[in-house]
């Protein structure tokens, strides 16, 4: 198991968010964790991430508990995530963006008087550059991140995730706003990303997107797992019909 | 050369020093009013060394940046807590309580400023300050100029990213606080007297400008502002009384024309 999630729980003031969430995640699987609005998705992300940390319950990434391990150093083990509303710096170039993922794959704190400005032949200027090259973006490597397009900035985002070398992906709604071309490149991409070995959770409304690239399901509904299946079943199941529908019950 | 230019010079060098001061923390994202205060600190630090224990200027001036890296390094913990304008304000007061204290300390002369004999020629603040523009330079040329603007940027995400935010800012804050004191320590060297009123706000305030018309967007912006800030009132001599009215028109045309700064950046990178 690449993820371990066991008995997870976290509250804001008196609303339970996540409660007691476990589910666990095969290497090399594309999970999706579905739900609809609210259902506590990306806190699930944050809990995994230590933007907050959790309440109770623990956090397995490869054999290691990683619950209390401070964030910033759960992308050393390998853990990388992208967001829902696009967090690049804005006063870095793209090329500068996907470099600062760099530095989790170097030795440590040292690592920061790393030369990465000089000459044109700098090792890891020419990496960002060949990554970004490899997604087709390699037009906006100097430009500033701020002011792009949405869609380019999502790609970024992706790129930049990956310049980490992570074991685990987690992206946040990665096909939203996205047109069905820009939805269509992206599966693509996240195909090739499988294909190298990367697991991935995904976070995801688009359905359609969801079945094609994932294997399994995990459902969330007010921060507690209504159901976990094989994507295929995912339309028979009658607590996801009720979830996000509602119940015949009522409607009668 | 001439002792006008000289003169000219010599404030030039002082003031890029300071300025990189106010810029290291600055692209942390922190507005620091203080800078007046390491500036004192370094300035009679160095003065007290060479005076009172014979210290050769330079290895005095040496001695001011590891006394103001340790001083800001000890004021950047509580103060780097709080954020955005409280942060301004926090090192606005420490600025108050450092004339305050100095003003004081009458082992220094107190309120009737501070005779420093031993001098610093203007070769050697020259040196000084080249050796800190190379040294900026070649700082934002790793991994640390783009981290420590991801740090301002989006703290959060540079957390993520593997960054410590807490540790570059930090950082950020008392390799200023170090450049500071080094530019004290050469005014107090050069100019042989230094007077803690001097070392109020404003003086930070200045050197905050100095660096905000510059830019903070390029390694170069700092030197930029040091030179248009020392150079302009010079070149305006010739109206005589009228010359600072017209100084200060020409910095606000500037900032309007450019409130990001003189220099603009395409990448930390490129030249």
Redesign the interface.
């Given at each position: 198991m690449v993820l371990e999630v066991r008995n997870l729980s976290k509250s804001f003031g008196g609303l339970k968010v996540v409660d007691q969430l476990s589910f666990s995640v095969a290497r090399g699987e594309r999970l999706a964790l579905i739900g609809p609005n609210g259902a506590g998705k990306t806190t699930v992300f944050n809990l995994i991430?230590?933007?907050y940390p959790a309440d109770a319950g623990s956090i397995v990434l490869d054999g290691e508990d990683i619950t209390t391990l401070p964030?910033?150093?759960?992308?050393?083990r390998g853990l990388a995530?992208t967001?829902q509303n696009i967090?690049l710096?804005?006063?870095?170039?793209v090329?500068?963006n996907v470099?600062?993922?760099q530095?989790?794959r170097?030795p440590g704190?040292a690592?920061?008087?790393?030369?990465?400005?000089?000459g044109r032949a700098n090792r890891?200027?020419t990496e960002a550059r060949a990554a970004l090259a490899e997604a087709g973006l390699e037009s906006y490597a100097?430009?500033?991140a701020g002011g792009l397009p949405y869609g380019i900035q999502k790609r970024i985002e992706l790129v930049r995730a990956l310049a980490?070398a992570p074991r685990l992906l987690l992206l946040d709604e990665p096909a939203a706003g996205l047109n069905p071309a820009e939805t269509e490149a992206l599966h693509q991409a996240l195909q090739a990303i499988a294909a190298r070995g990367i697991t991935l959770v995904v976070v995801e409304h688009d359905m359609q997107f969801v079945g094609r690239l994932c294997q399994r399901v995990v459902v969330l509904n007010f921060g507690v797992k209504i159901a976990e299946c094989p994507v295929a079943e995912i339309h028979a199941d009658r607590r996801v019909r009720e979830a996000y529908l509602g119940t015949d019950e009522l409607a009668a | 050369m001439s002792g006008y230019l000289e003169s000219v010079l010599v404030l030039l060098a002082i003031n890029t020093v300071l300025a990189y001061g106010a810029f290291l923390p600055m692209v942390a994202g922190q507005l620091n009013l203080g800078v007046a205060a390491f500036v004192a600190i370094g300035a009679y630090s160095s003065g007290y060394l060479s005076q009172t224990y014979g210290l050769h200027p330079v290895l005095a001036a040496i001695a001011a940046i590891v006394i103001c890296s340790f001083a800001g390094w000890l004021v950047a913990f509580p103060i780097l807590r709080t954020r955005g304008i409280y942060l301004a304000l926090a090192t606005f007061a420490l600025n108050q309580v450092v004339q305050g204290t100095i003003l004081n300390l009458n082992v220094v002369g107190g309120a009737s400023g501070y005779p420093v004999p031993a001098h610093i020629g203007f070769p050697v603040v020259a040196t000084f300050a080249v050796i800190v523009v190379i040294a900026m330079v070649a700082l934002f040329h790793t991994r640390f100029g783009i981290s420590v603007t991801a740090v301002s940027d989006d703290e959060r995400v540079a957390d993520l990213m593997g960054l410590s935010v807490r540790g570059l800012q930090s950082a950020a804050f008392t390799a200023g606080a170090a450049l500071a004191g080094l530019g004290g320590a050469l005014y107090a060297h050069h100019f042989n007297y230094i007077e803690a009123q001097n070392y109020g706000v404003l003086f930070s305030i200045y050197v905050v400008l100095y660096v905000l018309l510059g830019g903070t967007q390029t390694v170069y912006g700092p030197l930029v502002g040091a030179a248009v800030f020392t150079l302009l009132p010079e070149l305006l001599r010739g109206s005589a009384a009228w010359r600072y009215v017209i100084f200060a028109c020409l910095i606000i045309a500037i900032m309007s024309l450019r409130p990001q700064g003189v220099l603009l950046r395409k990448s930390w990178f490129s030249r």
């Open positions: 991430t230590g933007v964030s910033r150093f759960r992308i050393r995530r967001f967090r710096m804005p006063h870095l170039t090329l500068e470099m600062i993922a530095y989790a170097s704190m690592a920061l008087l790393q030369p990465v400005g000089f890891w200027r100097d430009q500033m980490a | -």
